[in-house]
Every structure is written in structure tokens, then in C-alpha cells.
């Protein structure tokens, strides 16, 4: 097919030719906007060097560009439905793979080593919404796989993920997102630029992966800490961990807390990322790990 999927009017043709209705369960919202889509290939920095992995690539609007832009696409679908119409849209795209198979069953190592000869890969994606924070997740505990990962969310997600402490969405995932990134705001795009149209605003993110976290801490312990702390969102740190790390007593991480100068009633989101790898070694050495 040698038009793009970026004009509505084609987007609507190719979708009645395949009597393809955007499935709800899997967050089914196909871009029918150009330059939301150049936006986020421009801040990734995608050249002909690269290796995409892009996540549910839908009907192929966005595999279309990214595959004039990379080296080499490969791209994750879990709806099998899409075969035909991608066989379609796809003709002329020699670059691309498609795996047809949940991203959050795929083994991201294996695409790296296997499709990008070990090579460090980008991701490109419109995320499935009903899952964004397992798939973000996901990849950034895989983060050496990965240069950037620029991502389309819901807006209010990704105000969760640049929250900064004492801001009101500041919580776990804002934590993950600093450690292993640093993350950047590339484009908003409203309800009309998708077909079917969302309920909700949405947001390019990049996220510049980090070669190293910005915080000296055993990390397994950490993110066990920053759980826990956020778990019981309205209690005091302390008796939040108290409550939710096995052999953590009340008044240990209170006295962690006073050696750093804090409060001992203080609440998790007056945490930096900082306060909270400060926090979780005085509570890992204390008790021995
Ligand atoms: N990239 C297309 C676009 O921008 O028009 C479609 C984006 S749509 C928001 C999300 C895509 O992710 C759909 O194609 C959906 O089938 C796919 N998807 C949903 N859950 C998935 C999963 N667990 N693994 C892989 N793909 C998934």
C-alpha cells in the first residue's frame, strides 16, 4: 500500500475494506494524526542505524513511518485479527517483523539479541492504555535493551510519571521512571486524533534511558521500600513499612528517619528518590541484608 494510514479518510477505507472494529479489550485506539506521529519519531532520534521495537502496531500507522525512518521495526501484536490488514498496509515495508504474541509475555532479551544482533533497540509506541503502567514497567526492569522508550498514554498517566514530590500523582511509578530515566514531554494530542475516539487526553512521553540510576541503593530493596511506602498511601512512612516489608519494626525506620534529618511522621510523597535510597540502605544495612 503505498498511501499512509495518517489520513483519516484512508484510515476509515482500509477499516471497512477489512471489517475491522477496534476491539475495546485491547485498548483498540488507532492515530489517524501526522504529526503527533512525527513528533514522537523526531524526539526518539530514530536513523536508518536503529532498531524499533514498537508495541501493538494496530493497523500500522505509525509501523508505516517508523519503518521509513529505522533500520529495522519490530513490532508486537497481540490481536491476530490484524493479520490480513496488515499483510496490506505493510506491503511495502521490507524492514518490518511482526511477533503475534503478548508484549507482556515476550522475552525482550531475546528480541534484542535475536533482531538487533544485541544492539541497544528504541521503542516506539501508541500504548494499549488497560495496560500501560505493567508494560512501562516492564521495559524499564529491561532497561538495558533499550536507548529511549517514547510511549503515547493516557495524559494523566503521564503526569503520574513526571511527578515530582509533594506534586499530588507523585507515587511509585513516578520513582521507577526517574531511576531508570529521565523522562520529557514531547506532544499532547486530544480525543479526535485517534479513530474510535478516546474518553481521555493523551501525551507523548520520551523517556531517556539512564546508563546508571542517579541513586547508590540496592534496588531490589528500594522499589520494596517505595512499594510498600505507597501501598498505604495515607499512613505515615513508618508504619507504612511497618505494615508492608516483613521484619521492618515501626520504630527503626522512624530513627532512619531522624538520622536524615526528617520528620518521623513524615508521609512518602515528601520523599525525593534521594530520601527514599537514603531510607531503604539504613534499613537494609540495620537489619543485615
Ligand atoms: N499503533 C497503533 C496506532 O497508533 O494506531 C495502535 C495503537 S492501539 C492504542 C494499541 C495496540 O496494542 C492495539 O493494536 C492492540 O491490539 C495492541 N495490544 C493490546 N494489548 C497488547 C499486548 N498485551 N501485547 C501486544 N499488543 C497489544
Known amino acids: 500500500m503505498s498511501e499512509l494510514l495518517t489520513s483519516p479518510h484512508v484510515t476509515m477505507q482500509v477499516l471497512d475494506r477489512f471489517g475491522i472494529r477496534a476491539r475495546k479489550r485491547y485498548g483498540q ?5 501526522a504529526s503527533v ?14 532498531t524499533v521495537l514498537e508495541i501493538g502496531p494496530g493497523i500500522g500507522t505509525m509501523t508505516q513511518i517508523l519503518s521509513l525512518a529505522a533500520g529495522k521495526v519490530v513490532a508486537v501484536e497481540i490481536d491476530e485479527g490484524l493479520k490480513e490488514v496488515l499483510a496490506y ?3 511495502a515495508c521490507e524492514n518490518v517483523t511482526i511477533l503475534w504474541q503478548d508484549i507482556l509475555k515476550t522475552d525482550l532479551q531475546a528480541v534484542k539479541r535475536d533482531y538487533a544482533g544485541g544492539r541497544k533497540m528504541k521503542v516506539v509506541a501508541n500504548l494499549p492504555y488497560y495496560i500501560t503502567t505493567p508494560i512501562l514497567l516492564a521495559l524499564l526492569k529491561e532497561k538495558d535493551c533499550f536507548e529511549s522508550i517514547t510511549v503515547m498514554v493516557q495524559k494523566e498517566v503521564a503526569q503520574r ?3 515530582c514530590q509533594d506534586d499530588k500523582e507523585y507515587g511509585a511509578l513516578s520513582l521507577a521512571v526517574r531511576y531508570y530515566s529521565e523522562p520529557e514531554v514531547v506532544a499532547n494530542a486530544a480525543p479526535h486524533c485517534f479513530i474510535p475516539r478516546p474518553s481521555v487526553d493523551s501525551t507523548v512521553l520520551c523517556l531517556h534511558v539512564r546508563e546508571n540510576p542517579p541513586v547508590e541503593a540496592d534496588e531490589q530493596h528500594l522499589f520494596a521500600v517505595i512499594r510498600a511506602a505507597f501501598n498505604q498511601r495515607r499512613k505515615t512512612v513508618a508504619n507504612a513499612l511497618a505494615h508492608g516489608m516483613p521484619g521492618v519494626a515501626r520504630q527503626d525506620v522512624e530513627e532512619a528517619l531522624v538520622s536524615m534529618e526528617l520528620p518521623s511522621d513524615i508521609r512518602g510523597e515528601k520523599l525525593s528518590l ?8 539504613k534499613l537494609r544495612t540495620r ?3
Open 89 to 91: 498496509t505493510l506491503d
Open 287 to 289: 537489619s543485615g541484608e
Open 37 to 50: 506521529i512525527d513528533r514522537a519519531v523526531l524526539a526518539s532520534g530514530i536513523g536508518k542505524e536503529d
Open 161 to 163: 510519571m513526571c511527578a
Open 274 to 281: 534521594s530520601q527514599f535510597a537514603a531510607l531503604s540502605e
Open 29 to 33: 485506539n488507532f492515530l489517524i494524526d
